[in-house]
């Protein structure tokens, strides 16, 4: 009896590490390889031709176009990353120091945005934006301005604002979990030494705060540089990038293992900026 009692306890410790590692290589690790597979196929009369092949690589890499679309790309990404950290470190730093109810009240009013639909939000800053919108609407009756401005929608410019005024919420929480993590002990100690309140940010907040930074900034990066609707959207013929490229290969060009190539580089893109980002969060302070 007690040995199969053992066994019968002894297989679900196995069954629940079956589905642990089972499922994430079903359903994640599995496509992923597929996916890369079909990189190495290539396209021959309409057909995909299964047989090992650099030439999707080789054309990413020979191509007059694709190399300077991922770095265009890229330093959008950064930017929007940069400017969304940049404005949501001084939201989560009210909500941090806020007391009560009140921090969590206005941090779910912060993140209702999250719930609506990612289509509608996009429509709401192009009409806001647009040659009609109430940007243009309001320059005009003011007198600001002669005429419509154009310098926000349908170029980089209105995909750099879009992408930073989505994904601001993605970087406010990080930071502000991580500056609720900093000890008030720490904060009270710099004071009674005489420091500033300036130089308790620099010395205490901000580098305490740098993990939630860095994280912050990183998923907003990868949010960013694998959207492809909201420059379809609002960047215009100008507004191109690396996505859309990637969309447009598995849409109008129909040539999966070209797109699969071009996933799999930008997936690279994002491996490496994770680890850098990871590398620079476990830096010590």
Do not use: H
């Not at 009240?105 to 719930?115: C, K």
């Not at 806001?128 to 929608?153: E, Y």
């Not at 994280?215 to 990868?222: C, E, G, I, K, S």
């Amino acid at each position: 009896m007690v040995f199969a009692g053992s066994a019968r306890y002894g297989l679900w410790p196995r069954l629940l590490a079956a589905v642990s590692y089972g499922l994430p290589l079903t359903f994640i690790v599995a496509p992923l390889a597929s996916f890369l597979a079909y990189s190495f196929f290539r396209m021959e009369g309409g057909q995909i031709v299964r047989d090992f092949s650099l030439a999707n690589y080789r054309r990413f890499f020979t191509d007059a176009i694709f190399l300077p679309v991922l770095w265009q790309t890229f330093l959008l990404c950064l930017a929007v990353a940069l400017l969304a950290t940049a404005i949501g470190f001084p939201v989560a730093f009210l909500l941090a120091n806020l007391k009560g109810r009140r921090r969590y009240v206005l941090l779910l009013a912060v993140l209702v945005p999250l719930l609506m639909s990612y289509i509608i939000k996009i429509y709401a800053i192009r009409a806001i934006l647009g040659g009609t919108g109430f940007l243009n609407r309001f320059l005009l009756w003011t007198g600001v301005v002669d005429q419509p401005l154009t310098l926000f929608v349908f170029n980089l410019n209105a995909v750099l604002l879009t992408l930073t005024v989505l994904l601001i919420p993605f970087a406010i929480l990080p930071i502000f979990l991580s500056l609720e993590r900093i000890p008030r002990s720490l904060i009270e100690a710099s004071s009674d030494l005489g420091a500033s309140g300036l130089q308790t940010f620099a010395r205490i907040v901000l580098p305490l705060s740098l993990p939630g930074l860095v994280t912050a900034a990183t998923f907003v990066f990868v949010l960013a540089i694998g959207d492809f609707l909201t420059p379809q959207m609002v960047g215009g013929q100008s507004g191109f990038t690396f996505g859309r490229i990637v969309y447009s290969q598995f849409g109008t060009a129909f040539n999966w293992p070209f797109g699969a190539a071009l996933s799999a580089i930008l997936a690279i893109v994002v491996i490496a900026v994770m680890a850098l980002g990871n590398r620079i969060e476990r830096r010590p302070a």
